[in-house]
């Protein structure tokens, strides 16, 4: 055990999938370095860093003065680079490239190998907040350039890789990796019925179109499919989500349910015949999607897909093979993809069955799970 973990959430709903991969790689991480983890030991094995300063002191001096941007990052250096040093830690395994600009004192010291595993966000170079101004300091694509020939950056999927590519980050200096999900034995073959339902599980974000879901679905009703939604997950197009809802004719069947647990995701999509989003580039942020975790978690449950082409969308499921993706922007589209699958009943089978072979065959645990060994095994 060789492998300094550093990654900034103990217990995000949305990174579930980190959690699974530490359960990847516990024979070969050493320590994991996080801010505020809940326990000195990750499930009762792995020690835990805080890279937050939670000593007397500072939390004296806090209460008198609230410490700056530099003084964070000094600390995280500081215990970093003390823990590489006296537990002769022989990698250093950072998730978001973001990450990086805070370890960049560590990072031109250490003479250790560096991966930096890049999620999405972390590669968007023009990703607005929500006030229009660019979410990364003007400085991050310099100072990534400056540090790559130090980093081995591990991607994961092509699109990941390609926005590297864009700033000039070689290849040999990128690993693609993608998220492992988890399968059945067997793809479920769902009963015919008359009322299907329909599922949108993921955070409520520009450029997972949940608002124009609901649309979609609306106009899909108006034109005789017979249908409900469930929609589960919360974010910053929720009020604008509920209003929808509330307008159309078919409120009743358009279900939010919060903010929910992975078991019951797991249930949600046993339960649907179809799963949706609306990806496309946010019309807010200018993000766009670059893996879909919960696109390959449907797929692995054998539902089939309608969702915007766009981002890693078109590597992770082909266009009319695991399902439907249609024009970003167009509800038309939206509604007429749902309508097909809604209509045909072997179609979303045979989707679904597809859907599970790719994730079988591309985008398995195990299969992650043998990545993550080639590159951090002794």
């Known amino acids: 055990m060789d492998v300094l973990f550093v990654m900034p959430n103990w217990d995000s709903p949305s990174e579930l999938w980190m959690h699974r991969m530490i359960g990847m790689m516990d024979e070969q991480v050493d320590t994991i370095a996080c801010f505020d983890p809940k326990s000195k030991y990750y499930k009762g094995k792995i020690p835990t860093l805080n890279l937050h300063d939670r000593s007397l002191y500072a939390r004296v001096r806090g209460k008198l003065n609230r410490p700056s941007k530099e003084d964070l990052r000094s600390y995280m250096n500081k215990v970093v680079q003390a823990t590489i040093k006296k537990k002769g830690i022989k990698k250093l395994f950072i998730h978001y490239l973001t990450s990086i600009i805070d370890l960049k004192k560590t990072l031109e010291n250490v003479d250790i190998p560096i991966y930096v595993h890049c999620h999405g966000f972390d590669v968007m170079w023009d990703r607005l907040n929500s006030n229009g101004v660019l979410l990364h300091p003007e400085s991050y694509v310099r100072e990534v350039k400056a540090l790559s020939n130090k980093i081995t950056f591990i991607a994961n999927s092509e699109y990941t890789a390609g926005r590297l590519r864009e700033i000039d980050i070689k290849d040999e200096h990128i690993i693609i990796k993608s998220y492992g999900v988890e399968y ?83 249930k949600l999509r046993d339960q649907a015949d179809i799963f949706t989003a609306h990806n496309c580039k946010g019309i807010f942020s200018n993000q766009e999607e670059a893996l879909g975790v919960s696109i390959l978690e449907a797929m692995s449950a054998a539902l089939p897909v309608v969702s915007g082409r766009n981002g890693a969308l078109v590597e992770t499921g082909a266009n009319q093979e695991t399902g439907i993706l249609v024009e970003p922007g ?10 097909q699958l809604a209509n045909n009943y072997d179609l979303r089978i045979s989707m679904g069955v597809a859907g599970w072979e790719r994730v079988k065959s591309g985008f398995s645990y195990n299969l992650e799970k043998k990545i993550l060994s080639n590159i951090f095994g002794n």
């Open 330 to 339: 167009s509800v038309e589209e939206h509604a007429e993809a749902c309508l």
């Open 184 to 266: 059945p034995l067997k793809p479920k073959i769902r009963e015919k019925r008359d009322k299907l339902k329909i599922l949108y599980l993921g955070r409520f974000t520009d450029f997972k179109g949940p608002d124009m879901v609901v649309q979609a679905f609306d106009l899909a009703r108006r034109k005789g499919m017979n249908a409900e939604l469930i929609m589960a997950g919360d974010g910053p197009l929720m009020f604008t989500c509920e209003v929808l809802r509330r307008r159309s004719v078919y409120k009743d069947d358009i279900h939010f349910l919060g903010v929910t647990e992975a078991t019951t995701g797991i």
